[in-house]
């Protein structure tokens, strides 16, 4: 399965890591990052989440993020893994796992590529609340 | 308009033509809804750049011109992201894209 990856179902986060962890035997660090819908926004209730993308666009900003990651820090492997569509309260909704000999490389590298997703990835978010759904404009 | 000879088998040149000539700007997220569009085609029988396109848009959705104005929207041709001077041809995608809010 491709180490990265935008998918309508749920991931397994131990399925993640044993993926990224079988890229090499000198791995002495995993560093994971795992996104999830949490239930206010800005002061409001949320009941629910929906996540569009663009597809194939999405798909290779995410490859770009992980060949710089590997480029940039000093780690062995790492996978992106972004949900679409429906995401209920609780539920997960994008995964970042960054595997390096120490602990500090995956550590800045899972960082930097969060923060990246973030900024470069043409991702966008509906948040359902009481007053109905609303598209959130900007990442805070 | 492009002819490509497509067999001689009957001993006559066969011809077709393409009749592309069109450029496809796809809409999301929020934009979608204030184009009351997925997406629209234009005609480009000659390259355009970015910036002519926006204004093309802004005449044809109105509701759009706030955001094209504030520079919030990126564009994106062939799912690249692309400038203001970047030339949009026969047969490109181009993307509207809102500020991005994955993670």
């Known amino acids: 399965m491709d180490l990265v990856r935008i998918q309508k179902d749920g991931f397994s986060m131990e399925e993640e890591v044993a993926r990224v962890k079988a890229a090499g035997r000198g791995i002495g660090a995993v560093v994971a990052f795992l996104g999830t819908a949490r239930d206010f926004s800005k002061g409001e209730s949320i009941t629910g989440l929906d996540f569009e993308h663009y597809p194939g666009m999405a798909e290779a900003r995410l490859r770009d993020i992980r060949e710089r990651a590997l480029k940039n820090f000093d780690i062995i492997e790492m996978s992106i893994v972004h949900r679409t569509g429906r995401i209920e309260i609780g539920a997960d909704i994008v995964l970042i796992v960054a595997a390096s000999a120490h602990r500090n490389d995956a550590f800045m590298a899972c960082e930097w590529a969060i923060t990246e997703l973030k900024r470069t990835t043409p991702i966008w978010k509906r948040e359902t609340t009481a007053k109905g759904d609303v598209w959130v404009s900007e990442t805070p | ?103």
């Open chain 2, 1 to 103: 308009m492009s002819k490509i000879p497509r067999s001689l088998a009957s001993g006559e040149l066969q011809v077709i033509y393409h009749f592309q000539n069109m450029i496809t700007v796809r809409f999301f997220a929020m934009l979608k809804g204030l184009a009351g569009a997925e997406e629209k085609t234009y005609p480009a029988e000659t390259p355009i750049t970015v910036g002519e396109l926006k204004e093309l848009l802004k005449r044809d959705f109105p509701a759009l011109r706030p955001v094209i104005d504030s520079r919030s929207v990126l564009i994106s041709v062939n799912q690249e992201f692309a400038g203001k001077q970047t030339l949009i041809k026969d047969g490109d995608e181009v993307g509207l894209l809102p500020p991005f809010s994955g993670g």
